[in-house]
């Protein structure tokens, strides 16, 4: 079965502490994979995303995340995290040209004390 | 700076009212989404726009409908309210062609049916 799968439902750090939120996916075909986070009261935002090539993609605001195929894995990270980074993240899998099939994660839910 | 809006964004109604959720962009996004978003549950995709005169539901069922008379609007209609309606209710657009184009998120409608 397709999942995407977000193991930690919660994190606490502290600001300018390093960040890497898990995601793991299990996908038949080929994944199309992002990263999207959500502030209190807000929408959603793509924060990266990754279709084939370089396997470390860069996004907005300074995050980056990994892909690697062997562990079905594609882990956001942050080097230095700000207090403006408490928010929920989401991890998403799709298929090539079909946002309508996009696979999410459950959320992972960012706080960051001072 | 949003280029898609939802109104309201909460809602508070009796149950068996007839409510009607907007959505618009103003990026002339052909495709558009409505998501369900529950705590602690992934975000399910409830109805889906192609382009003008074209929906089709999502993968969860939902009472809901929708209508698309213009590229820009997406409302979203509940005949007769109920509790188990309760929810948030996001609105989401993207460009068409490209590998998955980014979804561009509204700040959602929190919907609360007493």
């Known amino acids: 079965a397709q999942s995407v799968t977000q193991p930690d439902i919660h994190i606490t750090v502290s600001e300018g502490a390093s960040l890497e939120l898990r995601c793991n996916y299990s996908?038949?075909?080929?994944?199309?994979l992002f990263w999207y986070v959500q502030s209190p009261g807000q929408g959603l935002q793509l924060l990266l995303k990754y279709f084939s090539g370089d396997t470390l993609v860069q996004g907005i605001k300074g995050f980056e995340a990994e892909f690697k195929r062997s562990q079905s894995s594609f882990n956001l990270r942050k080097p230095s995290v700000h207090w403006s980074d408490a928010a929920e993240y989401f991890c998403a899998v799709g298929e090539a040209g079909n946002n309508r099939k996009l696979i999410w994660g459950l959320g992972t839910s960012l706080a960051v004390n001072p | 700076e949003a280029d898609i809006y939802q109104t309201p964004r909460y809602l508070v109604i009796g149950t068996g009212k007839k409510i009607t959720l907007e959505c618009s962009q103003t990026m002339g996004h052909d495709k558009m989404y409505w998501y369900q978003q529950d705590p602690g549950m992934e975000l399910h995709l409830i109805h889906y726009s192609y382009g003008v005169n074209s929906t089709e539901k999502g993968d969860l069922s939902s009472e809901s409908t929708v209508s698309r008379i213009r590229t820009e609007h997406f409302p979203l209609t509940l005949e007769s309210a109920r509790p188990s309606h309760t929810s948030q209710y996001l609105c989401a657009s993207s460009e068409s062609g490209g590998n998955n184009s980014p979804l561009h998120f509204g700040n959602g409608t929190r919907l609360t049916v007493t």
């Open positions: 996908y038949g075909a080929t994944p199309y």
